[in-house]
């Protein structure tokens, strides 16, 4: 900083050195005529004013004179120093005007000296000596001069760092006052394209004795800080050296200033008993510290501190901070750094300081500057809510303002409690204390706070994402894989106060890979939500949701998607209007509002393609997302108000749908009830009506459905369903628990199924044919249960038409032995299914009624197992014995038929060799087919008595054939055998 006072100094020799050689050549021509050629005395002038100056002097233009009635002197292309010289002078025009009276008393006045078009180079050498075109010794104390004009540049060379700089449109008034050479006046030049204001004054008092330098840049004009320099300046050797006062200062809304007692030399500056001041003088920041200016290389060093700092007090009296939070206060401190010409490092710490009520203890702060820039290494406190805060990085000048740019890093055990000493209280109401952690890229400006690659630990729940406020506009984009929003609903109730009662305009976007919301699970859930106006009492967003799966709300592939809704907020309602979208591949309308006030009502409608009955009554019931053994949640109980629930299609339980569903779901807070819904279930019409009531210790469900003339296979539960033809019912239902488990195992009711035109498959009675020809084949007959299985799925059993009744008790389903009757056969069925153990029993009795096989006993069939697996048992061990027993019957009554008198047929003469099989058989296949009845008593009970067969005796003359031998019939233990044929055993 030494180089521009000194140049002033030695600008001020040199001119003074110039007037003087002038004068004295004026003196000279004294005696010349009026009219003088002052060319011809240009060499006479160069000569005597490079003895007095002691450099080369140089008048390459014209030189003119007058002596009357003043005497004037106007030197043109006048140039001072050696063409080698680094430094050196150079001036387009001198003009001086002396007065005469003045110099007639023997007195050195110039009434006025102008120096046009000056270019002046000075500087320090390598050791910090003054290097000047002057270096004349000639004492000056004698000279005056009454106005001093100059206009031109200055540029400063410092030897040592090789730089230079260039005061550009310097221009200066002043005057030269006699004894001691005193300089003073003002000027300006330009400063970064803006004219810089300055006041000089020099004085000395005596020779040998220091001169006192006053120095003042003003920022009024200029609109940057302004400075001054009031001191003793002296040289050693053409060394300067300064002691004296250093003072910084800027006006403004909140002003602020820096002193401090400077040693200054070419090698640097040395501050002791510095004082910074922040606001009014009475009321403002104060801090005390020391430091240094190293200008090779450049470089500035503080250290401040103070005990105790009342940034209230000293923000109270600006209009500037009023209504401003601690927020805006850091973003205008940072922002509002002045830009030093050199490198700087600051470090500023104070014990305890007190800002929007609250104390801050351990502040601490660095800074490193640059030439138009601030780095802020460090800024550190501990404030409310046991908050940490630490901030670093580097303010910038761009379009729009001072901004900063750093890595933010806060840890506080009370993120509401920081958030409103922050930011603003909001309105809502205290709750409960929230840690959190934030570690984020800031950027803070004028009006606009930015955080960027944030992440963020509120109350466990970890976010990531980008935060910017510009003005009154906020958009957050946030994302994570787990959110707590139950959790976090002090927080978020405080957040909305905070945003409408500061009037933001809001974008929020989520992208949530799972988050619970008022108890339940949404995974994942991408959705954003923009404010558009404000009104009285009256707040607009435009919410669009992307996806959002609402399990166990409802199934994973029913997830919302594709949604958009005006939600509308006013004091006493929360509304979703006109909303459209997706629930799984369905589609979804309609409109819901919520009352805030008193006790809250949601009333609307709703349209969907595609409901989920199962999903709706867990969500209805707060039986999803926990154990069937645990206790329920709240679910829908407590709720009040009416919706209108419509839907093209509606999957119920087990997987049977239901179309064109209407009605309407109420709430009375103690209760859900659902009133008239009507629907169609394979082309029938269905209604229902069902209430849930929640009591002090259990839940009680009651409901009642009817359905007519509906398709019969449409009633289905998974794997199972009604057999082809047309069903009614009529069912009532009951259950009583306090889980999902207990609701399931109390459940009771009782009902008619009506089936019409049924045809009940794989119930053929053409079995029984197949189980008689298998009984005459000893092949087929050793797997009769699977010729009959085989022959049952060949057709179904037709009836006209059957009420089956059946009742339910602890969940048990039963029905009692119901007759289904076709004009071929009778099928007696009966059966249970356990709900809660998800086992089936069906037992069918098939029995003809006409033909052959009409007193034949049933086929016993058997259907076991789970309603997605079923095994299916045939029992033909009754039918198979029965068989048995009337093929017994029937060998027997042929028999008795062959002991009959003249039943023998007519003797044939004996062959030459044993028969064939087939003729000695061939009697037996000649008796007509016995059509006998089984007898009412086991024949394997009767006893065999001798019997004697009457003999006919032949004509005369006849020849008699012998008898055949005697047939010996023993009951076999067990299943009666038939009689063995009187064919020799041979033939078997």
Do not use: C
Not at 30 to 49: G, I
Not at 185 to 200: E, I, T, V
């Amino acid at each position: 900083m030494a180089a521009p006072f000194s140049a002033g100094f030695t600008l001020q020799t040199t001119l003074l050195g110039l007037a003087i050689a002038a004068i004295m050549a004026l003196v000279a021509a004294l005696a010349a005529p009026l009219f003088v050629d002052w060319n011809k005395y240009k060499p006479q002038f160069e000569a005597e004013a490079s003895r007095v100056v002691g450099a080369p002097v140089r008048v390459e233009g014209a030189l003119d004179a007058r002596l009357l009635p003043a005497p004037i002197l106007r030197l043109h292309k006048l140039s001072v120093g050696g063409s080698r010289d680094v430094t050196k002078l150079r001036a387009d025009k001198l003009d001086v005007e002396f007065s005469l009276g003045s110099l007639l008393r023997g007195e050195w006045r110039a009434t006025q000296l102008a120096l046009d078009g000056l270019a002046l180079d000075i500087g320090l050498d390598k050791e910090g000596r003054i290097i000047a075109p002057s270096k004349g010794e000639f004492n000056f104390g004698a000279l005056a001069i009454d106005k001093f004009d100059l206009s031109g540049r200055v540029t400063l060379h410092d030897a040592a760092s090789g730089s230079q700089i260039g005061l550009d449109g310097l221009k200066f008034s002043g005057d030269v006052r006699a004894l001691g050479g005193n300089l003073r006046g003002d000027g300006s030049f330009l400063l970064r394209d803006k004219r810089q204001p300055f006041r000089l004054a020099l004085s000395k008092a005596g020779e040998g004795e220091a001169t006192r330098l006053r120095f003042d840049l003003d920022s009024a004009q200029a609109g940057a800080m302004a400075s001054s320099l009031d001191g003793a300046l002296s040289f050693d050797r053409r060394v300067p050296h300064f002691e004296g006062a250093l003072t910084l200062a800027a006006a403004g809304e909140t002003p602020w200033r820096i002193m401090a007692r400077t040693t200054l030399d070419p090698s640097g500056a040395a501050f002791t008993q510095g004082d910074v001041l922040y606001g009014a003088e009475a009321t403002g920041v104060k801090l005390s510290g020391e430091g240094t200016l190293s200008f090779r290389p450049a470089k500035l060093e503080l250290k401040l501190s103070a005990a105790q700092l009342d940034l209230d007090r000293a923000l109270g009296e600006s209009k500037a901070a009023q209504g401003r939070t601690p927020a805006d206060f850091l973003g205008n401190a940072l922002t509002a750094l002045p830009a030093l010409p050199w490198p700087s490092r600051i470090e500023a710490t104070a014990d305890r300081a007190t800002l929007a009520g609250q104390a801050l203890t351990a502040l601490s702060a660095t800074l490193e500057g640059l030439k138009d820039s601030w780095a802020i290494q460090k800024l550190a406190f501990s404030g409310p809510g046991d908050a940490r805060l630490a901030l670093s990085g580097r303010t910038a000048r761009d379009k729009e303002g001072e901004d900063f740019s750093g890595s933010l890093d806060v840890k506080t055990g009370d993120a509401q409690g920081f958030a409103d000493w922050a930011f603003g209280k909001s309105d809502a109401v205290r709750g409960a204390r929230t840690p959190l952690h934030l570690a984020a890229t800031m950027t803070l400006g004028k009006e606009r706070l930015m955080l960027d690659e944030m992440t963020l630990d509120l109350g466990g729940n970890q976010l990531a994402g980008r935060i910017a406020r510009i003005g009154k506009k906020i958009d957050a984009t946030l994302r994570s894989q787990q959110v707590d929003f139950d959790g976090l609903a002090d927080v978020t109730r405080r957040v909305i106060a905070w945003r409408e009662k500061g009037g933001f305009e809001t974008r929020l976007d989520l992208d949530l890979a799972k988050t619970k919301i008022l108890g339940h699970e949404i995974a994942p859930l991408q959705a954003s939500l923009t404010s558009v106006a404000d009104q009285p009492n009256k707040r607009m967003f435009d919410l669009k949701v992307r996806h959002a799966a609402l399990a166990p709300w409802l199934k994973p592939q029913q997830a919302v998607s594709d949604l958009s809704s005006r939600l509308v907020v006013t004091d006493d309602a929360v509304a979703l209007e006109n909303f459209f979208g997706k629930l799984g591949a369905a589609l979804l309308k309609g409109n819901l509002s919520l009352s805030r006030q008193g006790e809250q009502n949601l009333t609307g409608n709703i349209e969907t393609d595609a409901l989920d009955v199962q999903g709706l009554t867990a969500l209805m019931l707060g039986a999803d997302d926990r154990a069937a053994t645990d206790p329920l949640a709240q679910g829908l109980i407590g709720w009040r108000g009416s919706v209108a629930v419509k839907a093209e299609k509606a999957i119920l339980p087990g997987g049977m749908e239901a179309a064109a569903i209407s009605g309407s779901m109420q709430g009375d807070g103690s209760s859900v009830s659902f009133d008239n819904v009507k629907g169609t279930v394979g082309g029938g019409a269905a209604t229902l009506s069902a209430a849930v009531k929640r009591g002090a210790s259990d839940t009680a469900i009651d409901a009642s459905f009817k359905l007519d003339n509906a398709d019969a296979p449409a009633l289905k539960f998974r794997g199972l369903q009604l057999p082809p033809g047309k069903a009614s019912v009529r069912m009532t239902l009951a259950t009583r628990g306090r889980s999902a488990a207990a609701l399931r195992n109390a459940l009771s009711g009782n009902g008619v199924l009506t089936l019409t035109g049924a045809r009940l498959p794989a119930l053929d009675v053409a079995a029984f044919d197949a189980a008689e020809k298998a009984s005459d084949d000893p092949v087929a007959k050793n797997r009769m249960e699977s010729v009959v299985a085989t022959a049952l799925d060949r057709a179904p059993l037709a009836v006209a038409s059957v009420d089956v009744p059946f009742a339910i008790k602890d969940a048990r389903v039963h029905a009692d032995p119901t007759v289904f009757q076709s004009d071929a056969a009778r099928a007696t069925i009966s059966g249970s299914y356990d709900i809660p153990e998800d086992q089936g029993d069906l037992r069918i009795g098939l029995k003809p009624i006409s033909g052959a096989m009409k007193d034949a006993p049933d086929i016993q069939i058997f259907l076991r197992g789970t309603a997605d697996s079923i095994t299916r048992d045939v029992d033909v061990a009754a039918l198979s014995s029965w068989l048995s027993l009337r093929a017994i019957e029937r060998e027997t009554q042929r028999l008795d038929a062959l002991e009959k008198p003249g039943a023998l047929p007519p003797p044939k003469p004996a062959p030459a060799s044993n028969p064939p099989v087939d003729s000695l058989a061939q009697p037996e296949q000649a008796l007509p087919p016995a059509e006998v009845r089984i007898p009412g008593v086991d024949p394997r009970k009767r006893k065999a008595a001798p019997h004697m067969p009457r003999v006919h005796l032949p004509p005369a003359g006849a020849q008699l054939s012998p008898l055949p031998p005697p047939i010996d019939i023993k009951p076999a233990p067990g299943t009666p055998r038939p009689r063995r044929s009187p064919a020799p055993a041979t033939a078997f």
